[in-house]
């Protein structure tokens, strides 16, 4: 989610400052990695060693995000890409978005999410104190009709910030919606309870804000409406930091982390913190119906504490991080993201074990296994089955975290990254029963081990029998092998090639 920011965003700071456009050479290397049917075919390391985050695509272009702005590379041979630009734009968390609003078939606008206060909106702007009454955070928009020099075309202000933020089409409005999830880490300008916001503002922030982009004009883009959360059935209504051992953070939040739409299928699926949940899309307005949920799921306690075995059924959540859809629609994948690794008391280990704190007492509650994926039917919130890698020489800490689904007739294939434990494909095609078909990880803690933010399918073209290719972003400040491609010979059976992809968009349904 990347409180890991708060590990590494000083290191973030120093560096986004002189960032540099020149490409790293892709010194793939096999040695130290464990795996099996899958092998990288490429890295390219972020020169200013910042964070790097999310992905998009379209064509023959892969946008990857990181702290220091975007890197766009030229992907058309998967075995070799090469780097097109390099924008430096300093705003964490870097979260990116791209659509073709002209219709001449290339992206030309670029959507990039800040979650750090900053001196301003344009690119060169600094970090300022979080509580600054002046600071700002939220999306800037750029113009990336001519790859090679983007440009910012402009920004739109979010109480709270932008964390991540899902984009996709209205067309018979002739225009983007985009869904800014964010919540209070610290007290910013419009967020939090700490110093308190304007009068008006719900401390836990409470919200996930829209915003509306004319396609004829993307620079025009403002916000439209701000969307209600609330956690139906939970006691207090909120996600409490220190009953998770965190500290440091904002007392609490009540807000999404990250949102995936179904077009096809009219569903909304948000990770909120405190729970999954499933919302329908509006057909009249094309905005979520988030006050009324078809459905919640939360796991919070594990019935038989923690063993680290990561075949034990009884498990919890510590964050539910994110959501992605099969493509036929029918089942839905949420993760949670553990916090072992942020927390100094928890055990430092893979599975992850986290602490359950009462935060009145400062009493343990629970050891718990944590950081798994977890697969519930879409329509009803029916848990089917939950997942977690085991590897018995992996020591360090690692959770689940970004990841997508493949369009492949008669399988269901997820393609997941782990931080500290690498990348995956697990078949769920019986989703009470997913398994792992392929996986690389580079073993080991620290600058030595993978360290994986984001891992997807993207494929243009197909062929049966041609192995799967997936795209990987690794790496938190200060090391990091940035963006990678994988390719693996465990699932080459027909796909359904796309022209682009918001992974966290799924426009169509595809059925066997």
């Not at 960032?19 to 972020?46: C, G, H, K, R, Y």
């Not at 179904?262 to 948000?270: P, Q, R, Y």
């Amino acid at each position: 989610m990347s409180l890991k920011q708060r590990r590494f965003i000083l290191c973030a700071l120093v560096l986004a400052v002189g960032m540099l456009t020149a490409n790293v050479p892709a010194a793939v290397s096999q040695d130290a990695a464990q795996s099996e049917n899958m092998e990288i075919l490429f890295s390219s390391q972020n020169p200013t060693m910042a964070t790097n985050s999310d992905l998009a695509f379209w064509g023959d272009l892969a946008y990857a995000g990181n702290y220091g702005g975007f890197r766009i590379f030229d992907i058309s041979d998967p075995s070799d890409p090469s780097l097109v630009s390099n924008m430096s734009c300093f705003g964490p968390q870097g979260d990116v978005s791209v659509w073709d609003t002209d219709g001449n078939g290339d992206a030309d606008v670029l959507f990039s999410s800040v979650d750090s206060t900053l001196s301003g909106p344009e690119c060169g702007a600094t970090s300022v104190p979080s509580t600054t009454p002046t600071g700002w955070e939220g999306i800037r928009i750029f113009d990336i009709s001519d790859p090679a020099n983007p440009s910012q075309i402009g920004a739109v202000y979010q109480d709270c910030g932008s964390h991540t933020h899902t984009l996709y089409p209205d067309e018979e409005r002739d225009r983007l919606l985009i869904l800014n999830a964010s919540y209070p880490l610290s007290s910013g300008p419009t967020c939090g309870q700490t110093t308190g916001p304007p009068a008006g503002r719900d401390p836990l922030h409470g919200v996930v804000q829209v915003i509306e982009v004319p396609m004829d004009d993307p620079a025009a883009a403002a916000e439209l409406t701000e969307l209600p959360i609330n956690y139906p059935g939970d006691p207090d209504n909120k996600f409490i930091w220190g009953e998770h051992g965190l500290t440091g953070q904002e007392p609490a939040a009540r807000a999404c982390h990250d949102i995936a739409v179904h077009m096809g299928e009219m569903l909304v699926a948000a990770a909120c913190a405190e729970q999954a949940q499933m919302w329908r899309l509006d057909p009249d307005t094309m905005l979520p119906d988030t006050a009324d949920p078809l459905w919640v799921y939360d796991n919070p306690f594990d019935e038989n504490g923690a063993t680290g075995d990561p075949n034990d059924p009884h498990t919890a959540i510590d964050f539910w991080h994110s959501a992605t859809f099969s493509w036929d629609g029918t089942i839905v994948n949420y993760s949670d993201e553990s916090f072992a690794g942020f927390d100094p008391q928890a055990p430092q280990a893979c599975p992850p074990i986290s602490r359950k704190i009462n935060t009145e007492t400062g009493e343990l509650i629970q050891l718990a296994d944590t950081g798994r994926t977890y697969f519930l039917r879409a329509r009803t919130g029916r848990f089917l089955s939950q997942f977690m890698i085991d590897r018995p020489d992996e020591t360090a800490y690692c959770s689940t975290h970004q990841g997508n689904s493949v369009p492949m007739p008669g399988r269901k294939l997820l393609i997941q990254a782990w931080y500290e434990g690498g990348v995956n494909i697990i078949d769920f095609t019986a989703p009470k029963n997913p398994r792992e078909i392929a996986y690389f990880d580079f073993a080991g803690a620290g600058t030595e081990g993978s360290d994986n933010w984001a891992h997807y399918w993207y494929e243009q073209d197909t062929t049966s029998g041609a192995p799967l290719i997936t795209y990987g972003q690794d790496g938190h400040s200060g090391h990091g092998r940035g963006f990678e491609v994988f390719s693996s010979t465990a699932a080459m059976g027909r796909r359904i090639g796309l022209d682009h992809l918001n992974p966290q968009t799924q426009e169509v349904v595809m059925r066997p």
